[in-house]
């Protein structure tokens, strides 16, 4: 059992460790502006794949390190249930399954930044040229970290064991599904945080590391329910003030 979850955990090290590689390997890209995206025309089909491949990288860096906890635990819950070494195909079919529901983030995420681009409210950077616009995600996602999907969602990436006990389903199929549906728990939970890298930059590696490492406090540390909430309170004020000095101005 022992060497099986370390075999995982090994997995699970090693995509994080290639989706960020990849995902500074870009930002490095945008910073001298090599990118292959133009940013003051059209996007082309080529772009928008492009785009998407950023987005799919960029998500499995940031929220496979918050679902390892979940994936280790049903790793030994397989093995006690059939009481045997082995079984490390699941495993990969959970984990499969939670990056099918961050790949399909990822491609509304894409047509996001790409109708954003065609409104002009994108710097060459892929930052929001838009204080209104700034503050208003802000205080959408301040507001989200309050509201009870945020809430009932986060409980149920916040505990492995319940998740497991109500989501269990047997069979290679039955894995997919548990990935999937810890996933969707976890769009749930992230989706308005993720928002916020159209404030701060979509490729700035300060802020994603920023957001994926709050994303992992708020669910393992045990205040992390209450962290999330303070955070809200921060984002709802600094959004208002945005807001507020976008109609000023």
């Known amino acids: 059992m022992r060497q099986n979850r370390t075999v995982v955990l090994l ?84 984990v499969l399954g939670y990056l099918a529901i961050w790949t399909g983030f990822s491609l509304l995420a894409t047509l996001a930044q790409w109708g954003l ?51 269990w389903r047997e069979g290679p199929r039955g894995a997919f599904i548990m990935g999937f549906r810890h996933g969707v728990f976890c769009v749930g939970c992230c989706w308005a945080l993720m928002a916020l890298l159209f404030v701060t930059g979509v490729m700035n590696l300060l802020w994603i590391s920023a957001i994926a490492g709050f994303v992992l406090v708020e669910k393992v540390i045990p205040a992390g329910e209450y962290v999330a909430r303070l955070a809200g309170l921060l984002l709802i004020g600094l959004g208002i003030l945005m807001v507020a000095d976008s109609i000023n101005a």
């Not at 390190?65 to 030994?76: C, D, E, I, W």
């Not at 710097?123 to 929001?128: D, F, G, I, L």
């Not at 301040?142 to 809430?151: C, E, I, N, R, V």
């Open 11 to 94: 997995g699970l090290t090693g995509i994080t460790l290639l989706a960020w590689t990849y995902t500074v390997h870009l930002a490095g890209n945008m910073g001298g502006m090599n990118m292959a995206m133009p940013q003051t025309q059209d996007w082309g089909a080529m772009e928008l794949v492009l785009l998407f491949v950023m987005w799919a990288f960029m998500m499995v860096a940031m929220m496979v390190p918050s679902a390892s906890r979940m994936v280790l635990m049903y790793t030994v819950t397989l093995q006690r249930r059939e009481q045997r070494q082995g079984g490390l195909v699941q495993p990969g079919l959970f």
């Open 117 to 167: 681009h065609a409104a002009a409210l994108l710097s060459p950077m892929a930052v929001s040229t838009s204080p209104m616009l700034d503050g208003v995600l802000l205080t959408a996602a301040g507001a989200f970290q309050w509201s009870p999907l945020k809430h009932a969602c986060l409980r149920r990436c916040r505990s492995p064991l319940g998740f497991l006990m109500t989501e």
